[in-house]
Every structure is written in structure tokens, then in C-alpha cells.
């Protein structure tokens, strides 16, 4: 069974900068893509950034050029540094890792300040 926990949540001020971190563990015979989806109240979950198994990023156009996925398959990590926020950036934030299906984290909650 794998598992995803994601960490690096919180409040930040507009502006300012977040890392969220998501831990991927359990029966993981090899890394596929991972990347991070964000709900707030009332919307449709959506795709922040998508990075595939060999490291190609891809990502929202709501986020270029402020956030930046990576990963490290030795640590079956991947991150999402997010700089330059905004109030609108404020939601849960999920992880998933697309291995023979996809997994989910449980989430962790970004509040970006005005």
C-alpha cells in the first residue's frame, strides 16, 4: 500500500514564499509522475503542476514563473516551492503519484494573506 504525506502548509503573507513537501512511502517498485492539485470551497479541484517520472515539469498558467515543482526519487519526494504568492493561491493543497494508479495525500492547507 502506498502512502502520501504532504507537509509545508501554512500561512504565508502575499508576496512571500512556501515549500510543500509530500513523502511518498510503502510497496513503490519504481516512481511514476507526481504533482499537486488545489481545492478551495465551491471550485473544482485544480492542477497546479505535473512532473513526469523523468523530471519534466509542467504547470498551471496560473503559476508559471512563480512556482516550481521538483522531486527527488531517491527520497520518493516531491516539492513545490511556491514564491511570489497571492490571496488566490489560498487553498488545500493535494499530492498524487500516478504508479499502476493513482494515490493521494491527505492534503495540507496554504493561506496566503492580503
Known amino acids: 500500500q502506498v502512502q502520501l504525506v504532504e507537509s509545508g502548509g501554512g500561512l504565508v503573507q502575499a508576496g512571500g514564499s512556501l515549500r510543500l513537501s509530500c513523502a511518498a512511502s510503502g510497496s513503490i517498485a519504481s516512481l511514476g509522475a507526481m504533482g499537486w492539485y488545489r481545492q478551495t470551497p465551491g471550485k473544482q479541484r485544480e492542477l497546479v503542476a505535473h512532473?513526469?517520472?523523468?523530471?519534466?515539469?509542467t504547470y498551471a498558467d496560473s503559476v508559471k514563473g512563480r512556482f516550481t515543482i521538483s522531486r527527488d526519487n531517491a527520497k520518493n519526494t516531491v516539492y513545490l516551492q511556491m514564491n511570489i504568492t497571492k490571496p488566490e493561491d489560498t487553498a488545500v493543497y493535494y499530492c498524487?503519484?500516478?504508479?499502476?494508479?493513482?494515490?493521494w495525500g491527505k492534503g495540507t492547507l496554504v493561506t496566503v494573506s492580503s
Open positions: 498524487y503519484l500516478n504508479v499502476e494508479r493513482t494515490y
Open positions: 512532473i513526469t517520472g523523468g523530471g519534466n515539469p
